[in-house]
């Protein structure tokens, strides 16, 4: 597939709030060991963030063996399981351990959408839309498990990958994040503004 190259640490290793829009129209590009390659166009993004500024963030209150990829290296994943069900995965940023990451919400499938669309166990007229459209369904049609937290993205078959020079640049918008019940007045969610595959069409 014909994307960017690979970001380096250096990228990720800046503040949250920086990393998170200039993630958008990125690649998030997943290559198996039998050859399929399935891989999106982010669209949403997250920033969640560290040393205890965001009550809304998985380390407001410190390291705990469940986050702690997130105090790791940036340019690694974390990946949590959300509600007992859904796995969703965050880019680490920042300096480690600071426990700072950008949680990929959505994405535009551009590669391997079939499979991605078998393995969501969507019925086959559901719209494309419908593939990604929030961090859950992400994980799952790309193949994210919670085996992938703390891997690298910046080598290996997981990685996020800059967008071609050929590919429009993204209309940036802001909002406040989806579902949080802490820290919910914070304008730190990004999106492709006009795409259709945000999880949200009307962000509120």
């Given amino acids: 597939m014909n994307t960017g190259g690979r970001f380096r640490r250096s990228f990720f290793a800046r503040p949250c709030l920086a990393v998170a829009p ?53 340019g690694h994943l974390y990946v949590y399981r959300s509600y007992g069900v859904h796995a969703c995965a965050n880019a680490v940023c920042e300096p480690e351990g600071r426990g700072a990451a950008v949680l990929l919400r959505a994405l535009e499938p551009v590669a391997g959408s079939v499979r991605m669309h078998d393995a969501r166990g969507l019925l086959r007229d559901a719209p494309p839309r419908n593939i990604a459209n929030g961090p859950g369904k992400l994980c799952q049609a790309l193949g994210i498990t919670l085996d992938h937290c703390g891997t690298s993205l910046l080598d290996g078959p997981l990685a996020l990958r ?26 730190y969610r990004f999106y492709i503004d006009g795409s259709p595959f945000v999880s949200r069409a009307r962000p509120g």
């Fill in 162 to 187: 800059r967008r071609r020079a050929s590919d429009p640049v993204p209309r940036v918008a802001r909002s406040r994040r989806i579902g949080l019940s802490r820290g919910r007045e914070h304008l």
């Fill in 22 to 74: 200039e993630l958008l129209g990125a690649y998030l590009v997943h290559q198996f060991d039998d050859g399929t390659l399935l891989a999106g166009r982010i669209v949403e993004v997250e920033a969640y963030l560290g040393e205890g500024s965001d009550p809304g963030s998985h380390c407001y209150r410190g390291k705990t063996p469940r986050n702690s990829a997130m105090f790791g290296p940036p």
